[in-house]
């Protein structure tokens, strides 16, 4: 019998958790998938059922961790700068443990999981999409790198400020 959503979710959460706890006590090319599903207390099949990659299942839990976020600002997506900033900022210590184990590909296909359109659009539509999720991985990939330095709030200043220069290209 099939599993519904929410146990097939929590289980890829708690596949996902288990891996981001071990990228914090030992490099990521030496986790293993049993490691990852022993930690996680379920069978070997069960990671290979839901995930290919250890990305993947990172970009799962950052996907789900925005959306459990955005659920209490009523489904604004990336529209709202200063939601977006807020919430990677709350995760930031997930997010440098992502950093830290070189495996910030899979922030930036987050990024493009929540932006990008799930239904059919244009072309330009796209295009215009995938841009948007490049500059905005762009100033999240700057800001962990100097390890949140600025406020949330700065961040969306500097945000509209590029964002007003960038229409004068």
């Known amino acids: 019998m099939a599993r519904g959503t929410k146990t097939t979710d929590f289980l890829k959460e708690c596949m996902s958790d288990a891996l981001i706890k071990l990228m914090s006590e030992k490099s990521i090319d030496k986790i293993t998938i049993t ?18 990659t250890k990305s993947e299942a990172l970009s799962f839990k950052l996907v789900k961790l925005w959306e459990r976020y955005i659920s209490e600002y009523q489904n604004l997506r990336f529209s709202n700068a200063k939601v977006f900033f807020e919430f990677n900022y709350s995760i930031q210590n997930v997010l440098k443990t992502i950093y830290n184990a070189e495996m910030q590909h899979s922030i930036y296909d987050a990024c493009c999981i929540v932006m990008l359109p799930q239904n059919d659009v244009t072309a330009l539509d796209c295009y215009k999409f995938r841009f948007y999720a490049y500059g905005i991985y762009g100033l999240l990939d700057e800001w962990i790198k100097r390890d949140f330095k600025e406020t949330p709030d700065e961040m969306v200043e500097l945000f509209s400020v590029i964002r007003n220069d960038q229409s004068n290209l």
């Open 35 to 52: 490691d990852i599903t022993n930690l996680a207390d379920v069978g070997r099949s069960t990671w290979f059922r839901n995930f290919s």
